[in-house]
């Protein structure tokens, strides 16, 4: 009987996406693109650093390793230099392929040296250990996987530490859709009978569960600041008797949202200081070397149309604050503010008004963006200027055309906001 | 809202100014607030924005005062009640400090920049709006929102807004991150990416170039090779035939050469190295001959003195010494002049002390450091003296000014009692307390009469005020709002019947209309249709009528007929018609009810003003139970209510004061009593109590007198008391100082007599050893020196004598003869130094002869050993070759390797040969060149060649593809470039996408906002045009009769101005002054607007008639008035003119306030 005299000890990831680009306005600071350019790159070494380290058994990535739009032979060089320096080091690599790398062009012609094992479609198992654990995984064929796929995973080995390593929405058959990516539940996952489900294809951490281990990692490296906050790979050391699951962060570029509250601030020059208190406290708060932040104004406060109006200046101040710190850049500010007034008199639904200026906003809200009419011409408007748009950023717009309908209203309604903020402008000019 | 007091307590240049608009008035609630310089009227507006929205941190009014002590004030009256509020900076409280909360001020949700744009006008706010006018040619959607906003000049901004998404957007802008620069960049990027990337297509396509290349290249390299194998095998038979042509020469050449001697192979190489040098040493041995003889007859000429040598390191010494023998000479002569000048100076100090001649120089002086002793003795001795004399001239002294004290004092009484009730009185009685009260009292009698004044028309006295039973607050205010809801309801009954009234007269109006053509009412119809009947009846009875004849007949079928037609016709017509039958009727109907309503609200009427009076005689009986007349206005007993309470303060102040002046008399009188009877007591015969009738005043100056005598006696007799003491206390202490004195001069003079005991200064007094110091100290000087000089002189004669000798000596020892005197010793001492000199260099010539000599020798026997063996050599040559001389010897040598040469040519043209043809002899080589030659042989190799160079360049162009491709593949590493360009792509992609966004959104948000203004347009242009033209004819003096609007060319309705004479003018066809009378005409129609949706909040305008002509200003100031009965408006004006107009313009109607003028800092 095969049986275990340490712990078996892996690293797991997923959803790396090498090569796939960082997104973020702050890159137009030309310093910060070199410095975050090739971030997965520097992701990737980071974990192959972990598992020399470490002297890991194991590295286990369960698909998108690099990305669907990758093309370039260069990534693959990338990869296979990494893949040798764990081959030199005695480490076997176990992977899968998920949606993206399974329709990745650079699929074929990687050359991987021997310690890698690439789990083809129909699945299959390998025993480590003098036949102490074996290590399933079931790779995507194609780019999309409608039906789960735990039925093409063996049953569990006996008397040895099964760990399975599978690309999934984890969302259950019922909603298995268009969207759906080889959907099962947790409580099918634990049927199963594996000590280990190693798990990838959404990007947040999550431990699902303790024991037996359903574990999604979430990708070690954020891209943008949808996938902002901590980013980190697995380290698990496993026995027959349970798990110790631990986090890791490998990722040197970090995306972070910061709150700058505004209530009851009524002195435009009071703005300075409150994105200096605001970026101050993350920075002393976080410790990733390379910090991009998106500040996001929040409150009622009467400076709300000046907020509007300056936002380009506040932006450059806020930069030129991020400057005097270590490490730290602004790419974007997003308003969530309302003014003062609003937040006082409430919903007034008189369309009379309070102010001519509120009365145009309330018929803007209430009957404007309601006329048909009007939305088809903002459509005739838009599409002329969207023809000139690549194609890449159309995608922004809205992928069908309720979407795109939506996305101009949204549109139409922020900037009326601007606008008439522009206009409220013109009324404290006229007080002066 | 209303603003019933505004106070200017402490702002700007205003300090305490409080403008009073009183409470609400019944009509126009207008007010010009006048003031002579512009900036107070101003500050005012700013200060009236800053009462309601706080203070700004960075104020500009905070010049005079400092911004922590700006304060406003102001009484409010919103929703039915008052409220009296202060502002300090950014904090709002009540009158009594209590904070409020800023919604406490009801301003509707009205922003402070949408007050300062709604609720208040300016001169250049109105010009802006005449321009913006003017700019978007009086479009009316925007003309009316821009004057409901306050805001004029919307098109610029709105352009100014979307200024930096159209750069963004719009082709050939060049500055900044515009579409067209960030594609192009895209472009750039993509580009780099093609060139510097390899996608794994193109990279499958280089492994497939790769494998083919290397395939044809191995190819083409074998090729390569075969045909370099057969051209090398033609080359070797071409180079065959060349060695048998070699070999067949050289056989020639040694035919030549028989008979030459048979000697070894490396003799002519030996020759040509010996013979030159053999001639070489011949020479040199000749030479070194030569010289050898040359120095041995030198040597010989040179002698050496060896006596004079061995002199020479003692010369060397001495003449080392001679310059320190100078020093010493010198020094010596010096030291002689010294002892002479001690010596004189010894006895003019011995002199002087008066010494006895008999006493040897160094019994003189006292022994070791007594001489020190002596003089800490006598200075010890001037101190002791100095202080004795000083002590016995003080202890005189004090006791002379002791005796010249007198003994006695004087007694005088006590005044403690009289001072504690003097202060006790003054207390009581003092800083004039009975007159102030007795003031205080006069003053509450007046303000009780004059609040009992106040009263009037009332009548009566204080007690009957005080009795007056008065209504409580909650009935008098259910009274007063029956009579508010009664008077309501009759306005509103007078409104409705208006309406009625105006409703009536439409139907009635319209009934007349529809019922003009008479033809069609049901009373026609039906006297036609009996006419129709009466015909057909006539008709009936003629066809009845036997005796009837055609003609009859005939006739009254026409009539019957026509009859018909028309009944018809009509029929038909009421049909066509029978809506407006229909409306006639309901018309009818409702002219009927119309007249029963009438009868209702006559009744609704009479009801209303019953309850109306009702309400007012139940308040008039409430003004009679006070005693007032009946037709006193609610307000007015308010009022007077009001001031009763102050009547009853007043009353009760006046009482108070009354009882403190009565018991601040009695207090008087009892001080004064007890005062008279202590002063009795104090009195002197100098100073006689006063009598009995004197007032407290002079008692008290008495008193005063008297204990400032007694007071001042007392002090001066404890001073001379502590004199006294003083001074036996201190004679005491002097008297014992002297005795210490004396006693420390005794033991003194005891250790005077040990130190000189003995020595004859013993026998002089202290002052004259003390005179002597000085003289004593200097001789003990001169003594030492003395003695120091002479002891140098005697040592340094000795070492001088010493060294005379040793110069002597060596003189004689030299030879150097001469004049024995001492100042000739050193010439001649030099003489015998020049000579050792010149022998030691005569010596120094001859070791060097020497050396040469040795030297020569021994090269002269080398040379002769070197050139020995080599003569032999050659001459065995010669004797071996027959021959006499070295060069024949070498020409016959000469020829011996020509032999040699040719010999070894033919060996190796024999080897080549075989080689070549790979032959195992050169015969076999030879009989196997037979068949060939040498034409056929260059032909086949430059076919060969070709073939050859064909088949390297195809291998080479292979080889070239594969490393191509290779390195393609090889240069696919990992590097950064392709990752950083990618990550340039993404961000372009993202920076076009931020910006195409931002574009999109202010571009539709822009056409959101146009449709808002339109539909806001639509939904007030009525009301707005209506007010609008109203106030517009008014102030153009009716030069203009009507506003209209008129869509132009592209559908956007326009405003435009009809003139009296009925020309339609567009907005730029006006004149800049109409337009700015548009404008107002506009804002006062939005200020009318809005009064009549909601409340209106303070309106307040700055002197915007400054251009008016006096008819225009009355004119304007008429539609303020206007305003004004919506709400409250205030005008702030510095034209004197202004004010005096709207005087005669509204009459008492207008109110008008004067701020007073600023005062400057300073004064």
């Known amino acids: 009987m095969p049986g275990l005299d340490a712990p078996f000890r892996f690293v797991h990831t997923a959803d790396l996406h090498l090569d796939s680009p960082l997104k973020s306005l702050a890159l137009r600071d030309e310093a910060l693109a070199r410095r975050v350019g090739g971030a997965t790159r520097a992701a990737l070494r980071r974990i192959v650093d972990l598992c020399i380290d470490e002297q890991v058994h194991a590295l286990l990535i369960a698909g998108d390793l690099y990305d669907g739009e990758q093309t370039s032979m260069n990534t693959a060089a990338v990869l296979t230099a990494a893949m040798r320096r764990l081959d030199e080091a005695g480490i076997p690599v176990f992977m899968i392929r998920g949606n993206h790398d399974a329709a990745s062009n650079i699929t074929a012609d990687l050359m991987l040296p021997d310690n890698v094992h690439v789990f083809d479609g129909r699945g299959g198992a390998r025993t480590l250990a003098d036949g102490a654990v074996a290590i399933h995984g079931v790779s995507f064929g194609k780019k999309h996987a409608p039906d789960s796929l735990l039925p093409k995973f063996k049953a569990p080995l006996p008397d040895v530490v099964n760990i399975g390593l599978l690309h999934t929405s984890l969302t259950g058959a019922a909603s298995g859709g268009h969207n759906a990516y080889a959907p099962c539940t947790l409580g099918e996952l634990v049927d199963h009978g594996f000590q280990y489900w190693a798990l990838g294809h959404v990007h947040k951490r999550e431990v699902h569960r303790d024991w037996p281990a359903v574990v999604m990692p979430g990708n070690p490296q954020g891209r943008d600041i949808g996938e902002d906050g901590s980013r980190s790979v697995s380290l698990v050391s496993i026995d027959r008797d349970g798990a110790h699951i631990e986090t890791r962060e490998v990722a040197d570029t970090r995306f972070e949202r910061v709150g700058v509250p505004l209530d009851g601030l009524d002195e435009a020059s009071l703005l300075p200081d409150a994105m200096q208190a605001a970026l101050v406290t993350a920075r002393e708060a976080i410790g990733s070397d390379c910090l991009i932040v998106r500040l996001e104004f929040t409150g009622a406060t009467p400076l709300d149309w000046r907020v509007r109006r300056d936002l380009d200046y506040l932006l450059g101040t806020a930069r030129e604050i991020a400057a005097g710190l270590d490490g730290v850049w602004v790419e974007k500010i997003e308003l969530r503010t309302t003014t003062a007034t609003e937040a006082r008199s409430g919903a007034d639904s008189d369309a009379a008004g309070s102010d001519a200026v509120d009365g145009i906003a309330q018929l803007i809200d209430r009957d404007v963006l309601a006329s048909k009419a009007l939305i088809e011409r903002l459509e005739r408007d838009a599409a002329a200027l969207i023809r000139k748009l690549p194609v890449d950023v159309r995608k922004r717009l809205g992928e069908d055309e309720a979407a795109h309908r939506a996305t101009l209203l949204r549109l139409a309604r922020e900037g009326s906001a601007d606008v008439l903020a522009a206009l409220r402008d013109g009324a404290a000019d006229a007080e002066r | ?1163």
């Open chain 2, 1 to 1163: 809202m209303r603003l019933e007091k505004f106070a200017l307590t402490r702002f700007g240049h205003f300090t305490d100014v409080t403008i009073d608009f009183g409470a609400s008035p019944r009509d126009d609630d207008l007010h010009i607030v006048y003031g002579a310089n512009e900036a107070g009227k101003s500050t005012t507006l700013a200060a009236l924005i800053d009462l309601f929205y706080g203070m700004p941190r960075q104020s500009p009014h905070a010049h005079r005062h400092d911004y922590k002590t700006l304060e406003l004030g102001g009484r409010l009256h919103q929703n039915g009640s008052t409220l009296d509020i202060r502002r300090y900076k950014n904090t709002l409280t009540d009158a009594s400090g209590e904070r409020l909360d800023e919604n406490a001020i009801d301003l509707h949700g009205v922003s402070r920049e949408a007050f300062g744009a709604r609720f208040s006008f300016d001169r250049d706010t109105l010009q802006k709006g005449g321009e913006s006018m003017l700019a978007n040619r009086g479009e009316l959607g925007e003309a009316l929102f821009s004057a409901s906003a306050g805001i004029p000049d919307i098109q610029r901004r709105l352009a100014a807004v979307m200024e930096p998404s159209n750069r963004f957007w719009e082709p050939g802008r060049a500055a900044g991150k515009t579409l067209t620069a960030l594609l192009a960049e895209l472009a750039e990027v993509e580009a780099g990416l093609a060139a510097v990337d390899t996608d794994a297509k193109a990279w499958r396509a280089l492994k497939a170039q790769a494998e083919t290349a290397a395939t044809a290249s191995g190819e083409a390299d074998a090729r390569v090779a075969l045909g370099q194998r057969r051209i090398r095998e033609r080359e070797r038979e071409r180079a065959a035939l060349g060695s048998a042509r070699q070999r067949q020469l050289a056989k020639a050449a040694l035919a030549d050469l028989d008979g030459v001697p048979d000697t070894p192979p490396d003799w002519l190489a030996r020759l040509r190295a010996l013979a030159p040098r053999h001639t070489v040493l011949d020479a040199g041995v000749v030479r070194a001959r030569a010289d050898l003889q040359r120095l041995d007859a030198e040597l010989a000429a040179i002698t050496i003195d060896e006596p004079l040598l061995a002199l020479a390191p003692r010369v060397t010494e001495l003449e080392g010494e001679l310059s320190a023998e100078r020093e010493r000479a010198e020094r010596i002569a010096a030291l002689g002049d010294l002892v002479t000048e001690h010596e004189r100076r010894i006895a003019s100090r011995r002199e002087s002390l008066g010494a006895p001649a008999s006493l040897a120089n160094d019994a003189l002086l006292p022994r070791g450091d007594a001489l020190s002793a002596i003089e800490r003795l006598v200075r010890e001795h001037e101190g002791l003296d100095a202080t004795r004399c000083a002590a016995r001239e003080e202890h005189d002294r004090l006791l002379e000014r002791r005796s010249a004290l007198a003994d006695e004092t004087v007694e005088a009484p006590d005044p403690t009692p009289l001072q504690s009730l003097l202060a006790h009185v003054r207390d009581a009685t003092g800083g004039g307390a009975v007159e102030m009260l007795e003031a205080r009292w006069r003053d509450a009698g007046l303000e009780l009469e004059t609040a009992l004044e106040a009263l009037r028309p009332w009548q009566g006295d204080a007690d009957a005020l005080r009795g007056l039973a008065v209504p409580g607050a909650a009935d008098r205010e259910s009274r007063r709002r029956a009579l508010d809801e009664a008077r309501e309801q009759r306005r509103r009954l007078a409104t409705s019947d208006e309406e009625q009234a105006s409703r009536h007269a439409e139907r009635l109006r319209e009934r007349h209309a529809l019922a003009g053509d008479d033809a069609l009412d049901d009373a026609h119809a039906e006297a036609l249709r009996a006419r129709r009947d009466a015909a057909w009846r006539a008709h009936a009875g003629a066809l009845d009528d036997e005796t009837s004849e055609h003609r009859a007949l005939r006739h009254s079928a026409r009539a019957f007929f026509e009859t018909l037609v028309e009944d018809d016709t009509l029929a038909a017509r009421r049909l066509s018609a029978s809506e407006r039958v229909a409306r006639l009727r309901r018309l009818d109907v409702e002219l009927a009810a119309d007249a029963t309503e009438d009868i209702t609200r006559k009744t609704r009427r009479a009801e209303a003003e019953a309850a109306l009076d009702a309400a007012g005689a139940r308040l008039a009986d409430e003004a009679v139970a006070l005693g007032l007349p009946a037709s006193t206005l609610s307000a007015d007993v308010d009022d007077w209510l009001v001031r009763r309470e102050q009547a009853l303060t007043a009353l009760a102040r006046h009482r108070k004061a009354a009882d403190e002046r009565e018991a601040a008399g009695k207090r008087r009188d009892a001080h004064l009593a007890r005062l008279q009877t202590l002063l009795k007591t104090f009195a002197t015969p100098d100073a006689p109590a006063p009598l009995d009738g004197a007032t407290l005043e002079e008692l008290l100056a008495f008193a005063d007198a008297r204990v400032r005598v007694l007071v001042e006696a007392a002090e001066s007799d404890r001073r001379q008391v502590a004199e006294r003491d003083r001074l036996t206390r201190e004679s005491a202490s002097r008297a014992q100082a002297l005795g210490r004195c004396e006693a420390a001069l005794e033991a003194w003079g005891g250790r005077w007599e040990t130190a000189l005991d003995g020595h004859w200064l013993g026998e002089r007094d202290v002052t004259a050893v003390g005179a002597h110091l000085d003289t004593l100290r200097s001789l003990a000087d001169t003594l030492a020196a003395l003695s120091d000089d002479t002891a140098e002189r005697t040592r340094l004669t000795a070492e001088r004598t010493r060294f005379l000798a040793r110069v002597r000596a060596v003189l004689e020892a030299g030879g150097e003869g001469g004049d024995d005197a001492e100042d000739a010793l050193p010439s001649r001492l030099a003489a015998l130094s020049r000579r050792v000199a010149d022998m030691r260099e005569r010596q120094a010539s001859r070791r060097r002869l020497a050396a040469a000599r040795d030297a020569a020798l021994a090269e002269a026997e080398a040379l002769e050993k070197e050139r020995l063996p080599l003569g032999v050599e050659l001459d065995a040559m010669r004797h071996r070759c027959g021959v006499g001389t070295v060069a024949e010897l070498d020409a016959v040598l000469e020829r011996v390797r020509e032999r040699r040469e040719r010999e070894r040519e033919i060996e190796e043209a024999g080897d080549r040969l075989r080689e070549a043809l790979d032959a195992d002899s050169v015969e076999a080589a030879l009989s196997r060149l037979a068949d060939l030659d040498r034409d056929t042989l260059d032909d086949d190799i430059a076919r060969l060649e070709r073939e050859l160079d064909h088949a390297q360049r195809e291998a080479g162009e292979h080889r070239l593809t594969l490393g191509r491709a290779n390195e393609s593949l090889s240069a696919v590493t990992g590097d950064d470039a392709v990752v950083q360009l990618a990550e340039r792509r993404a961000h372009l992609l993202l920076e076009i996408g931020e910006g195409a966004i931002d574009t999109l959104r202010m571009r539709l948000g822009k056409e959101a906002v146009l449709d808002g203004v339109r539909r806001y347009r639509d939904r007030h242009r009525g009301s707005l045009l209506d007010g609008a033209r109203d106030a517009f004819v008014a102030l153009t003096l009716e030069r203009y009769a009507d506003l209209q609007t008129r869509p132009d060319d592209k559908g956007e309705e326009r405003l435009r101005a009809v003139s009296l004479d009925g020309r339609s003018l567009e907005t730029d066809q006006l004149s800049d002054g109409t337009r700015f009378q548009l404008y107002l005409a506009l804002r006062i129609a939005a200020y009318h607007e809005y009064a009549t949706h909601r409340v209106p909040l303070p309106f307040v305008a700055d002197d915007v008639m400054e251009s008016f002509d006096e008819a225009r200003t009355a004119a304007a100031i008429g539609l303020l008035a206007g305003m004004g009965r919506k709400g409250q408006v205030v005008y702030l004006t510095h034209h004197r003119r202004v004010v005096e107009i709207a005087r005669e313009v509204c009459g008492e109607r207008v109110q008008v306030h004067e701020l007073p003028e600023p005062t400057r800092p300073g004064e």
